[in-house]
């Protein structure tokens, strides 16, 4: 389907419902209104540019929205944020804590022409539209984030029994994208259906889905939950790996109901530390027992290489200081805490200088370094 070969019709903006089953809305739980689902969009969207745009220039006829009628009503499934703004603008009072303000009073004339005419393409079925919602959202100019993706290949694959093969081809994707986020919603579905693990109860207000498919492309993560990714199966985790892939989600995600952040506070290095701790079972255990992932991490490591890190990044902390000289005032406490410094670095310096020494057997007087 070309959007050039398409018949565009003009529909009462107050007959254009949002679609619940937008990858957008999927990880907003319990939308029930339209109220609700407007607050929502407004909230994490960018509402408001696209209300800046459409009062400056209308409504391009271009931008067509694309419904489907389902039980008689219009569906939107291509342009709920678009959809969003106009009913922003057609009703201001129901975007929560005054949003609409800021663009002061719109002219009647202006919400009357928006309200009985926005221009749409009606499509007989959702699938008829995959290919350009896809290209458009998943792999090109207008990215959805990478949960809406996922989800919107599983309903293309799954529920229109269309090829993840077919769906990559078809959105231009040649770099495996569309099945690395398939295999990750399906990991993390298998986890909210298969174990205690709650998609609901994460910790945070947001779920950061990216830090699950970028996981489980390492290769320890794999062994650790017996993943298999050259099959693009529904559930990828055995049976008997399950209770280690609840808790690598609530590691990743955290979880309300238990009281638990999740260890990992960003993707990097977040993401390798954790897949690096999973290769050394005494480093595992340290998570286990409710040792932050920092300390975990450090217990995966070789002993050098953890000296070596906090002797660099002590040289980047006092570089920091360096740099904030000129804000000393003179204040006696800082001076005695330098003191203390200095007296540790000499130490420091001292021990390591007579460690290499007996390491290599040179005399101390035929060394060049000092």
């Not at 089953?21 to 407007?38: A, C, H, T, Y």
């Not at 959809?83 to 005054?98: C, M, N, Q, W």
């Not at 077919?166 to 399906?186: E, F």
Request: glycine share 6%.
């Amino acid at each position: 389907m070309k959007k050039e070969d398409t018949i565009i019709k003009q529909v009462k903006a107050d007959d254009l419902h949002f679609d619940l089953k937008n990858p957008r809305l999927v990880e907003f739980q319990g939308l029930k209104s339209e109220d609700e689902i407007l607050n929502v969009l407004w909230k994490n969207m960018d509402i408001g540019e696209l209300v800046m745009s459409i009062l400056a220039s209308g409504f391009f006829e271009s931008e067509a929205l694309y419904v489907v009628k389902e039980d008689d009503k219009y569906i939107v499934i291509e342009g709920n944020r678009r959809l969003a703004a106009i009913k922003a603008i057609l009703h201001p009072e129901l975007v929560k804590s005054g949003g609409m303000k800021k663009f002061g009073e719109i002219s009647e004339k202006f919400r009357m022409s928006l309200a009985n005419a926005i221009p749409v393409i009606v499509m007989e079925r959702r699938q008829d539209a995959w290919r350009y919602i896809g290209f458009k959202h998943v792999n090109g100019p207008a990215k959805w984030d990478s949960f809406a993706k996922a989800q919107y290949i599983a309903l293309v694959h799954n529920e229109y029994g269309v090829a993840l093969e077919d769906i990559a081809s078809q959105i231009g994707d040649s770099n495996k994208i569309t099945v690395r986020l398939y295999q990750g919603l399906m990991l993390l579905k298998q986890a909210d259906s298969m174990t205690d693990f709650k998609i609901d109860d994460v910790y945070s207000n947001r779920l950061y889905f990216s830090h699950v498919y970028t996981a489980m492309n390492y290769e320890s993560m794999q062994k650790y939950l017996g993943l298999d990714l050259t099959k693009a199966e529904q559930y990828p985790v055995p049976q008997d790996k399950l209770e280690r892939l609840e808790e690598v989600m609530v590691w990743i995600l955290g979880s309300r109901k238990k009281s638990q952040p999740a260890v990992v506070k960003s993707q990097n290095p977040g993401i390798r530390q954790l897949c690096q701790v999973l290769e050394k079972p005494a480093a595992i255990q340290l998570l286990r027992a409710g040792n932050t992932l920092e300390v975990a991490y450090d217990g995966s490591r070789d002993g050098s290489d953890v000296f070596y890190s906090a002797i660099v990044e002590a040289q980047n902390k006092l570089q920091q200081a360096l740099g904030k000289l000129t804000y000393y005032d003179g204040n006696e406490d800082m001076l005695r805490t330098v003191i203390n410094l200095a007296d540790s670095a000499d130490f420091l310096y001292k021990a390591m200088k007579q460690k290499r020494q007996k390491t290599l057997g040179i005399d101390e007087q035929q060394r060049t370094i000092d």
